[in-house]
Structures are given as structure tokens and as C-alpha cells.
């Protein structure tokens, strides 16, 4: 009897036998490769041959819906190396008809202490209308992402890069996030690290392109570049109360100082502040060590306030009023070895100003210390830092040697001078102090000062009918010091912060009722690795960028950022959907160090910025003061990359 159906019957030997032959060639394929320590590939877990059967199916259309896909780990494949100290290479090879997005890469180091990753950039994708995110950049085919490495260890070791990537298929199917953690063996980093080009569209922050000038110009050209961003510097928070200091020395000397005498010690008190900041750059680029910030504690900044009010004292020459003899003979001992301008005790006070007086960070400063811990040519940093710092000290070299030339002769002009620079003495006490002391406390130091001044110009004296022309202008002035003076105290007394607003804060009647302050940003604290971590990821969860802020009461360019920079409407409405943390780190304990050193960062101010999924984009960080300007342009770069 013929078969009811022949055309199946005919059909289904040749079948079988094409899927008996499938079988026997996939079971044939060859599993895995050589093993490499510095290369891994993720590969795809194993299948059974009935997966195998259903996957080849599906690409002839037989069997399995089109809606079946395939699990990740065979669309995706990762591979890692790492083709040198300096450089890790990940690709990606994408199966035909599905793709990776261009902004879902990330790339993090875990476990890898003194290893860093620097700013890198992907290559351009193509651009795809996506069902799901909209307009987006993305892979098909193949990708490699190049990660350059900052290594501050230098020795081989194991560490852990963990990858983060999204992908789709054409089909309208999307993957949820993914995450590799894979484990690379670094090889021993025994020279300097290559010298990478920067693209034409890449965005290079200013100490990264300082510490990119020292790796790229000739000695010379770096010299003269950083000694004239030292002349730049001269007029800085952290530079500037040193005017004062050298010049109280110079005045403490007497009329009968030469020119010769002024020049050198200025010399001397200059080479102390430049060796010191030197030797202390070199200790922070390479062991991350701040030794300014360790000078920042109460008793180091109340000893050497106390010192510059018995310096000012001198000045004034009333050690013998009031005073025991003994008391009086030691501040007397001290006026007169003071006046005595031994070089041992001018470049021991260069080296304490160095220390105390300017701790914070500026660009040029980042930019030689990163140069010194991703090459560890302390040479060439130190040589950097010496001339930025003799920059920073040209000025003080002037001022110091034209004090030997234009101080005047003894007399009562004489007695005015060394009061004017007793007064600045105070003044450099107060600021130094005021740091660790309550903001209303500090206010009223100003007050006070400021009165007192008052009272010396003669504000309370009649002028008399035949009084000259000057003396009416110091008594103006009197006046003018001490109604502000009283500002400052009933400002202080009320709670005032601001030493330029003091009386803002109350509304008066007069001006509506309501103060006019302007207010900064407010910050959320956090503390510490845990509590950044915790934050970003609630950050994340929200889908929202972050800034994170480095601050430390005795950091004056901090402050100088609270008051003219995050209190700018600009800068506010920039930073309005930006969640805004701050790290104090005002004791520099042993958790604001973790945290700065899990950064490479050697001290506030520094600003970073992350991504929406909680991702530093190391490129846009800010080290030293930036106006309100520069500042909101600067925010507007980074952010717009969210």
C-alpha cells in the first residue's frame, strides 16, 4: 500500500540525517584557548545539545519562536587584557543583530590600591532610534574601549576591574544591566607611563593639563611656566597674608637696615617657604601625604597666632607695661632677637608660613604633584614645585628689599610704621585663628581690632582749629574703622557670619522686613568611603548627577568658594537638579584621608563630579578656587555629558 502522505514521508529521512550531521559538528568544536594572565575572555557557559539543536532552529526558522533570544553571555563576548603597566584594552564581540549602548559603559577598579583609572574616551557609534531610550549611540559588530592607568604602585599584583554595559536586539528585545568583575595580573611598572595624545574634542581639566605640559616640554619651557604660575598665585588667599609677615620682619630691623641686609633676609625667608613647599608637594605626589594639612590643628594654629601677637607687640613696644619682670625680659629677649634678624629664625618663619599660613590647593600645584605620582620622576616634580614656589615668593622678594631702602629714618614716622605693621601682625593672628574658633567669635576679633585702630587714628580726640590736612584724614578714617568695627560687634553678638554683611542677617524694618542675604548651596555631609558610597547609590537610584565637594575650615579657598562662587544665581541654577554633597575634612582623620587618597587628591578645595549612575567623570575635576563664571561654564561642560 502507497503512504497517505508521501511528500512528508519523503521529507523527514533527509531531515533527520541533516540534523544527525549538525549534532556531530558541534560536538567536534573546539572549547576554550591557551590560558593568558594579563588576557581574559568571558566565555559563553556551556549548553546541551538540545540547546545547541533549538538555537539552529531558530536561525532556519524552524521549531522555536522568533521571539526566543539568546542568553547575553553569547551575544556579548568580553575579553580584557592588559597590553602594558599602563593600559588595559576591553572589547566586545557583539552578535549579528544586536548592539551595545554607547552611554551605558562603565568601568571601575576594585581592589587595586595605587592603580587608577585616567580619562579615556570611546569611539564614535552610530546613531539609532531605540524603542526603549530614544536617540541613542550605539555598537553594532564589535567595540574596544582603551582605559589609560595612573599607578602610583608600581609593583606587579592581581586587581579587579569591574565592567558595566547594556545591550539590545533588533527584534525590540532589551537586556537589563549588566556586570563583569574580572580579575587581571598587572605586570611591574618600571618606567614612566606613555604619553597619550589627547582627541581634538576632549576635554582636559587644568591640573591635568599642567602635569601634561611637564611630561611633554622641555625642562626649561616647564620651569618658566610654572615659575610664571607662581607670579600668578602671589595674590591668592594662600599667598598673600605672607606680605605682612616678611614685612613685619624687615620693619622689626629698625631705620638703620641697608638694602643689602633687607634683600637677603627676604632671600632667606623666600628659600625656606620654597624648599618647604617643595619637600611637602614631593611627600603628597608620592605617599599621598598632606604635611600642610597636619599643621592645621588647634594648637599648631593658636601657637603661631601667639607668636605673631607678641611679634606685634614688639612692634607696638609696650612689653613694659603691666608686666612682671620675668615675663618682661623674655618678650623683651624676643623683640630683640627679632631685631636682630638672625637667618636661622627669618627662614624658620618662612618654613612655619609655608606650612600654616597656605595650605590649600591650586591647579598648577594638583597638576605637578599628579605628574609626580603617575611617573614618580620626583626629580623633575620637585624642580616644578621649587619654581612655582619661588614664583609665588618673587613678590615677597621685592616687597622685603624695598622695605631696607624705603623705611624711613628713626623718629616718630618710624614708631607709625612698625605700629602699621604691628596692626597686620594682629590682623595674620586673627586670620589664622579664626579657623578653629566660632564664626561669631572671629567677628568680633575684627571688631575689636578694628576699634582699637579707631581709638589710635584719634576718632575720639577734637580735632583742634589749626589741625593739618592729614590729621583730619586719619580721623576720618578713625571714624569710618570704628563704626564699622561696631558693626562687626553687634553683627557678632547676633550670630553674623559674614564679615562683609554683618548686619544682613537681621531684616531690618527699614529695608521690608526681610534680609537680603544671598545663600549659598546646601551641601548634605557626608563621612568617609561608606558614606559616599551610600550616597551615590541613592543618587543613582534617582537617576540624578552628583558634585561632590572637598572643604576644610582652615582652607581659605574653600571659604572664598562658599562666598563668591556657590553663591552666585548662575552657578545655583546650573547645580538646581544636582544632588550636592560635601566631605569636610577638616580634622584630616584617618577617614577624609581614606576617602582623598581612594581619589588621588591631596587636599580641598577639590570638586568632583559623577554621572546619573553614580560614575566619576574624572576629567571635569576642579582643584583650587574658580570664580562664579568660570565655574558655571565649567558645571554646564561636565553635566551636559549626563
Not at 576591553?90 to 581592589?111: C, Q, T
Not at 582627541?199 to 625642562?219: I, K, M, N
Not at 612689653?319 to 624676643?334: G, I
Not at 544665581?569 to 538646581?576: I, M, N, R, T
Request: with cysteine; glycine share 10%.
Amino acid at each position: 500500500m502507497r503512504p497517505a502522505h508521501p511528500t512528508l514521508t519523503t521529507w523527514r529521512l533527509p531531515r533527520a540525517l541533516l540534523l544527525t550531521w549538525l549534532t556531530l559538528c558541534l560536538l567536534a568544536l573546539p572549547v576554550g584557548a591557551a590560558e593568558d594572565p594579563t588576557t581574559v575572555t568571558i566565555e559563553p557557559q556551556e549548553r546541551g545539545i538540545l540547546d545547541k539543536l533549538s538555537d539552529f532552529g531558530q536561525r532556519l526558522g524552524f521549531g522555536a519562536s522568533q521571539d526566543s533570544f539568546l542568553p547575553p553571555e553569547q551575544v556579548f563576548i568580553l575579553s580584557v587584557e592588559a597590553t602594558d603597566p599602563y593600559t588595559l584594552r576591553v572589547r566586545w564581540d557583539i552578535a549579528d543583530g544586536y548592539y551595545l549602548y554607547r552611554d551605558k559603559f562603565g568601568f571601575e577598579l576594585v581592589n587595586a590600591e595605587g592603580v587608577t583609572i585616567q580619562p579615556f574616551d570611546l569611539p564614535r557609534g552610530k546613531e539609532k532610534q531605540d524603542e526603549t531610550f530614544g536617540l541613542m549611540e550605539v555598537f553594532y559588530d564589535e567595540v574596544e574601549a582603551v582605559l589609560p592607568l595612573a599607578r602610583t604602585s608600581r609593583t606587579a599584583g592581581d586587581i579587579d576591574l569591574e565592567i558595566k554595559y547594556q545591550g539590545c536586539a533588533d527584534a525590540g528585545f532589551c537586556y537589563p544591566p549588566m556586570k563583569q568583575v574580572v580579575t587581571l595580573n598587572m605586570p611591574e611598572a618600571s618606567g614612566p607611563a606613555p604619553q597619550r595624545q589627547a582627541l581634538a574634542d576632549e576635554f582636559v581639566s587644568e591640573q591635568d593639563r599642567y602635569a601634561r605640559s611637564l611630561a611633554e616640554d622641555s625642562l626649561l619651557l616647564s620651569m618658566l611656566s610654572f615659575f610664571g604660575l607662581g607670579l600668578l598665585l602671589t595674590f591668592t588667599p594662600c599667598v598673600f597674608p605672607m606680605i605682612p609677615i616678611l614685612s613685619s620682619i624687615i620693619a622689626g630691623q629698625g631705620s638703620d637696615i641697608t638694602t643689602r641686609r633687607a634683600f637677603f633676609l627676604s632671600l632667606t625667608y623666600v628659600l625656606a617657604m620654597a624648599v618647604t613647599y617643595t619637600v611637602a608637594g614631593l611627600m603628597a605626589g608620592l605617599f599621598g601625604a598632606n604635611l600642610q594639612a597636619a599643621f592645621q590643628n588647634p594648637w599648631v594654629l593658636g601657637g603661631f597666632s601667639l607668636i605673631f601677637v607678641l611679634l606685634a607687640l614688639s612692634m607696638f613696644g609696650f612689653y613694659e607695661l603691666q608686666m612682671p619682670q620675668r615675663v618682661q625680659s623674655k618678650l623683651a629677649e624676643l623683640s630683640n632677637r627679632q631685631r636682630g634678624g638672625t637667618f636661622i629664625g627669618v627662614g624658620i618663619m618662612g618654613f612655619l608660613s609655608a606650612l600654616i599660613v597656605g595650605p590649600c590647593v591650586a591647579a598648577p600645584l594638583a597638576g605637578a604633584l599628579i605628574y609626580i605620582g603617575q611617573s614618580g620622576d620626583a626629580l623633575l616634580g620637585a624642580a616644578a614645585l621649587f619654581a612655582l614656589s619661588m614664583g609665588m615668593g618673587t613678590l615677597l622678594l621685592v616687597i622685603g628689599t624695598s622695605e631696607g631702602k624705603f623705611l624711613p629714618k628713626a623718629g616718630p614716622w618710624m614708631d607709625t610704621v612698625k605700629a602699621v605693621f604691628g596692626v597686620l601682625l594682629i590682623a595674620v593672628a586673627i586670620w589664622l585663628i579664626e579657623r578653629i574658633i566660632p564664626a561669631a567669635v572671629g567677628l568680633a576679633l575684627w571688631g575689636v581690632l578694628l576699634v582699637v585702630c579707631a581709638v589710635y587714628l584719634g576718632a575720639f580726640e577734637r580735632l583742634q582749629p589749626e589741625a593739618g590736612g592729614w590729621h583730619k584724614l586719619w580721623k576720618g578714617v578713625g571714624v569710618v574703622l570704628l563704626i564699622y568695627g561696631g558693626m562687626l560687634l553687634v553683627g557678632a553678638s547676633s550670630g553674623a557670619r559674614d564679615m562683609l554683611q554683618p548686619l544682613n542677617h537681621l531684616g531690618l524694618a527699614a529695608t521690608g522686613g526681610a534680609g537680603t542675604a544671598q545663600h549659598g548651596l546646601e551641601f548634605k555631609q557626608i563621612k568617609g568611603l561608606t558614606g559616599l558610597q551610600q550616597a551615590l547609590e541613592r543618587a543613582a537610584a534617582q537617576n540624578r548627577p552628583v558634585m561632590l565637594d572637598f572643604y576644610a575650615d582652615w582652607c581659605i579657598s574653600c571659604i572664598e568658594m562658599e562666598k563668591k562662587t556657590f553663591s552666585d544665581p548662575g552657578v545655583q541654577a546650573v547645580l538646581s537638579d544636582v544632588i550636592l554633597l560635601q566631605a569636610d575634612v577638616t580634622l584630616n582623620d584617618n577617614q577624609d584621608q581614606a576617602l582623598m587618597q581612594a581619589f588621588g587628591l591631596f587636599g580641598p578645595p577639590s570638586i568632583l563630579f559623577f554621572d546619573a549612575d553614580g560614575q566619576e567623570l574624572p576629567r571635569y575635576r576642579l582643584m583650587g578656587f574658580l570664580d562664579a563664571d568660570a565655574f558655571e561654564s565649567h558645571a554646564r561642560t561636565a553635566l551636559k555629558l549626563n
